[in-house]
């Protein structure tokens, strides 16, 4: 006689409630198992659950916004430098300025500093002189003598235009 | 809860680098005064928007700083040169890089139209175009008309080194000075350019000048 569903479920349920007899160091075992596992792995490959708590999210909501800002400020800039040369030329600037107390050079490789770059008086009377390394490029630039007076370069080629009232030259470096 | 806190430190290192970023781009404009620095700063702003190189323009910026100028002459010329670095952008196409916009807004404001720097972007494709747009702009500089100067570069730069370029530039630049005209002394220092005279360095510019 075929057993009815409910006896069969009880007998089941009854099975069910004598636990398994389990040897007594599996639970040692397994956790053992697990810290090897976790020290084995550097930390970016070890499995992970997330919780995906609104705080959570928050956070790595803010970090992925700040990377992306980050990236595109970045990137803006980037574009906004020339691509970095090495100086592969050491360029002689003379000046001829008898009577002269001091010489510099000003232009776009020191941020048109009056100070950052003097010249040297020489053996010669009247001549200065500096060199400046210089990576490929073109660079506006002027003499100030005695720090006030701004002093073309008569061989160079005159910048264009004379937007502030005191003319530049303007030089060309190639690469070699 | 780790992974929120890691979450948190990515961010606050983003936020570092941006900040840094920032600062690295304002060090420079330290030296401009407070108010032509807020005069200059929506003009990099839109040059950086509009993809242009902002160096040569901070460069303007400082030089007219360290000349006495006033900030609304520094601003206008900044705008200016913005305009001369976008016209040479739509001559030179968006693959030219920062130095060779700047030569090319020189050569623009030396007098060479539009149509001469596309001459020379066509015509030395697949050169670096830095030192022959620098040479151009500074032959018409010298008085050598912007066409002249574009056609002798053509032919010459094809094969020339960028050292070989400059001493033709110099050349042109003696021969001027000794009393020829322009027209005369560049078309003769191509030609000796074509001859092969040897270069003689890597830099534009005289070496002993007289104020």
Redesign the interface.
Same mark, same amino acid.
Request: hydrophobic share 50%.
């Given at each position: 006689m075929p057993e009815r569903p409910d006896e069969l479920f009880a007998r089941v349920a009854a099975e069910l409630e004598h636990p398994a007899p389990m040897d007594r160091a599996v639970d040692a075992r397994v956790m053992a198992a697990v810290r090897a596992e976790a020290t084995r792995r550097p930390w970016f490959l070890r499995r992970r659950t997330f919780a995906w708590s609104p705080a959570g999210l928050l956070m790595r909501a803010a970090a992925v916004a700040a990377i992306a800002v980050g990236a595109t400020i970045a990137a803006l800039h980037l574009r906004s430098v020339p691509p970095t040369s090495p100086p592969d030329h050491t360029v002689a600037f003379v000046l001829y300025a008898p009577g002269a107390r001091s010489v510099s050079l000003a232009g776009d490789f020191n941020d048109w500093s009056k100070s950052a770059t003097p010249l040297h008086p020489t053996a010669s009377a009247g001549a200065w002189v500096v060199t400046v390394p210089l990576a490929p490029g073109r660079y506006h630039y002027a003499f100030v003598v005695d720090g006030k007076r701004w002093v073309t370069d008569p061989g160079a080629a005159p910048a264009p235009g004379d937007d502030f009232g005191k003319p530049s030259s303007v030089m060309t470096v190639g690469r070699s | 809860?780790r992974?929120?806190r890691r979450?948190?430190a @990515?961010?606050v290192l @983003?936020?570092v680098? $941006?900040v840094g970023?920032?600062a !690295?781009?304002d060090a420079?404009l330290d030296?401009l005064t407070p108010e032509t620095r807020a005069l200059v700063v929506p003009i990099l702003d839109s040059a950086?928007a509009a993809?242009? =190189?902002?160096?040569p323009l901070i #460069? %303007?910026a400082?030089? *007219?700083?360290? &000349? *006495?100028?006033s900030s609304a002459?520094?601003a206008s $010329?900044l705008r200016r040169v913005a305009a001369e670095l976008g016209r040479a952008r739509d001559a030179l196409g968006s693959g030219a890089? !920062?130095?060779e916009l700047?030569?090319a807004a020189?050569a623009l %404001?030396?007098?060479a139209t539009p149509g001469v720097l596309v001459r020379l972007r066509d015509g030395l494709a697949g050169r670096?175009l830095? $030192?022959p747009l *620098? $040479?151009t !702009? #500074?032959l018409i500089? %010298?008085g050598v008309p912007a066409d002249t100067a574009a056609a002798l570069l053509i032919a010459r730069a094809r094969s020339a080194? #960028?050292?070989e370029?400059?001493a033709f530039?110099r050349s042109v630049?003696r021969d001027i000075a000794l009393g020829a005209a322009p027209t005369t002394a560049a078309t003769t220092s191509a030609l000796d350019l074509l001859n092969n005279i040897p270069a003689e360095g890597?830099?534009?510019? =005289?070496?002993?000048? &007289? =104020?």
């Amino acid at each position: 006689m075929p057993e009815r569903p409910d006896e069969l479920f009880a007998r089941v349920a009854a099975e069910l409630e004598h636990p398994a007899p389990m040897d007594r160091a599996v639970d040692a075992r397994v956790m053992a198992a697990v810290r090897a596992e976790a020290t084995r792995r550097p930390w970016f490959l070890r499995r992970r659950t997330f919780a995906w708590s609104p705080a959570g999210l928050l956070m790595r909501a803010a970090a992925v916004a700040a990377i992306a800002v980050g990236a595109t400020i970045a990137a803006l800039h980037l574009r906004s430098v020339p691509p970095t040369s090495p100086p592969d030329h050491t360029v002689a600037f003379v000046l001829y300025a008898p009577g002269a107390r001091s010489v510099s050079l000003a232009g776009d490789f020191n941020d048109w500093s009056k100070s950052a770059t003097p010249l040297h008086p020489t053996a010669s009377a009247g001549a200065w002189v500096v060199t400046v390394p210089l990576a490929p490029g073109r660079y506006h630039y002027a003499f100030v003598v005695d720090g006030k007076r701004w002093v073309t370069d008569p061989g160079a080629a005159p910048a264009p235009g004379d937007d502030f009232g005191k003319p530049s030259s303007v030089m060309t470096v190639g690469r070699s | 809860m780790r992974g929120a806190r890691r979450a948190l430190a @990515c961010a606050v290192l @983003c936020t570092v680098m $941006v900040v840094g970023v920032a600062a !690295a781009q304002d060090a420079r404009l330290d030296r401009l005064t407070p108010e032509t620095r807020a005069l200059v700063v929506p003009i990099l702003d839109s040059a950086r928007a509009a993809g242009l =190189p902002t160096d040569p323009l901070i #460069d %303007r910026a400082l030089e *007219g700083t360290s &000349k *006495g100028a006033s900030s609304a002459l520094i601003a206008s $010329v900044l705008r200016r040169v913005a305009a001369e670095l976008g016209r040479a952008r739509d001559a030179l196409g968006s693959g030219a890089d !920062a130095a060779e916009l700047a030569a090319a807004a020189d050569a623009l %404001r030396a007098g060479a139209t539009p149509g001469v720097l596309v001459r020379l972007r066509d015509g030395l494709a697949g050169r670096r175009l830095t $030192v022959p747009l *620098g $040479v151009t !702009a #500074d032959l018409i500089a %010298r008085g050598v008309p912007a066409d002249t100067a574009a056609a002798l570069l053509i032919a010459r730069a094809r094969s020339a080194r #960028d050292a070989e370029l400059l001493a033709f530039e110099r050349s042109v630049a003696r021969d001027i000075a000794l009393g020829a005209a322009p027209t005369t002394a560049a078309t003769t220092s191509a030609l000796d350019l074509l001859n092969n005279i040897p270069a003689e360095g890597g830099a534009s510019g =005289p070496v002993k000048h &007289k =104020p």
